[in-house]
């Protein structure tokens, strides 16, 4: 889709899958961080904010934040929660300001909660908005959903190195190859570097995987030690990609209970983008072939415990840790794996490759 030029556009299946894992993850979040944030207050950054609203859907970004930011279950703590929204377009940022303020009117809004919407560039704005809020005394969750091409790598290291702090950026390779021959220098504002222009040298099938590969690279580089990665995929075929960075596993566990929860968002599909074997699959209808592979992978080269094959399944896959199980009881059903020693709990049991498996 070209970016649009009016006021309000109408919500695409991917902004409603964004929407509804976005909804999951923060109803998670805020309640966990406003708890655990008391002395500091935490912040949700939202960059590219948008009007507040779709000419379909009164759902947004914005909107989403605020319903989350003012559950009891988070304003029962008293904790500084501040809500920070940066729109480059000024109509979009006033239309936002009406609808929130139509929405969650500021004279019904809980004490403690701060709602700031700038109008500006967020590359220009990020570091004065947040101060202005005290917000890089405490954790800050940035959703940085542009376009796809407009994330600046500097905004991403900061949050980065923020404590507690975390990111979930939207990208869109087709524009990278589309612009890696010319003068555009959005890619070096979003990378870091030029490297990626090598796209440009690279057979079709290998583009999509090289920018994959030097973007998450880009996220561990900014000081996230995991980034959670996959392809959004709807029916008309276009796809984009969501990268999710943190330094918690809780995180990263309640991320994925989102993802997997992202149902009734007709058409969506989901691809690991680290395996360029697997089929885009449905997330009603799954597909663990690619699971059992991984795990028969895995144990090719040395035996594992059922927490290792569990965390690699949370940081390396698209697949949560509560499948690991299932998919090692089918393999030992089907003879590819066997026991290879008890252990004092389920955790502990050591797996490793059937004899007829290594043979193979
Ligand atoms: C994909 S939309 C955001 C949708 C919104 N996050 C939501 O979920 O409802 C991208 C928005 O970013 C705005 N935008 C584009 N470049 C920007 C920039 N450099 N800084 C801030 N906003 C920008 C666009 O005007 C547009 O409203």
Not at 269 to 284: E, S, T, V, Y
Request: contains cysteine; hydrophobic residues 35%.
């Amino acid at each position: 889709m070209a970016a649009p030029t009016g006021l309000l556009w109408e919500r695409d299946p991917h902004t409603e899958a964004k929407h509804t894992l976005l909804r999951r993850y923060l109803s998670a979040w805020f309640p966990i961080m406003s708890k655990q944030f008391r002395e500091t207050g935490i912040t949700f950054f939202d960059g590219f904010a948008g009007p507040g609203e779709y000419t379909n859907s009164k759902e947004s970004s914005p909107a989403i934040a605020m319903e989350q930011a003012i559950r009891d279950e988070v304003t029962s703590w008293r904790t500084q929660t501040r809500l920070v929204f940066v729109e480059k377009n000024r109509k979009r940022a006033e239309h936002l300001k009406q609808a929130l303020e139509t929405r969650f009117s500021a004279t019904t809004r809980p004490a403690g909660l701060t709602v700031k919407v700038y109008h500006g560039k967020c590359g220009d704005l990020y570091e004065q908005a947040i101060a202005d809020v005290d917000g890089w005394n405490g954790p800050v969750f940035a959703n940085l959903d542009g376009w796809g091409a407009d994330t600046h790598y500097e905004i991403v290291q900061r949050i980065a190195q923020q404590p507690s702090s975390e990111v979930l950026v939207t990208f869109k390779d087709q524009f990278f190859i589309r612009f890696a021959e010319g003068k555009e220098k959005s890619g070096e504002l979003v990378f870091g570097h030029s490297d990626w222009r090598s796209v440009n040298q690279l057979s079709t099938a290998e583009k999509k995987p090289f920018l994959f590969n030097l973007y998450r690279k880009a996220l561990y580089e900014a000081s996230f030690n995991y980034v959670l990665t996959f392809e959004m995929i709807d029916e008309g075929g276009q796809s984009l990609h969501l990268f999710f960075g943190t330094n918690n596993t809780v995180a990263v566990e309640k991320f994925k209970d989102g993802l997997w929860e992202v149902d009734g968002v007709s058409g969506q599909r989901f691809r690991d983008p680290r395996d360029p074997n697997q089929m885009a699959f449905d997330i009603l209808k799954p597909d663990f072939g690619p699971l059992e592979s991984r795990i028969l992978k895995l144990l090719g080269e040395r035996d594992h415990t059922m927490a290792e094959l569990c965390n690699d399944a949370l940081l390396e896959t698209i697949y949560k840790k509560a499948h690991v199980k299932p998919a090692v009881d089918r393999l030992l059903t089907q003879e590819k794996v066997e026991k290879a020693s008890t252990g004092r709990s389920y955790d502990e049991r050591v797996f490793r490759l059937a004899a007829q498996t290594r043979l193979l």
